[in-house]
């Protein structure tokens, strides 16, 4: 190969190397879930709410309930925020410490 060739080359994968490291990370990972929406905002499912502590009231609460130790919980994806098995969730992440009325301990 000549040097011509090899040069070009380096040149083209330093360049592309280049714009990889410009593209945000964020770009590259594709949000595959929104948020839920705790009651209290818009409503969502089942009187969902963020906090568990904030549905001590509600008649379906069980002491020490919350998304995380429910059997519906699919796993922490980031930040607190993870995955849900229940058809009502599928499209959204809720708060490990969240709770909604059909947790299932
Ligand atoms: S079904 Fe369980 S994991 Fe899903 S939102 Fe309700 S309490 Fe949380």
Redesign the pocket.
Known sequence: MSDTTDSSRRKFLKASAAVVAAIPLSTLVARKHAF?KAEAEEGH??D?VHD?ADAADHNAFQEG????N?????GEEADGW?????P??HDVL??AE???????G
């Open positions: 839920a499912a089942h969902y568990a309930s919350r998304c995380e429910c059997a519906f919980w699919a993870g995955g849900c098995h229940h009502d969730f809720v708060r969240g709770w909604c009325d059909v947790w299932v």
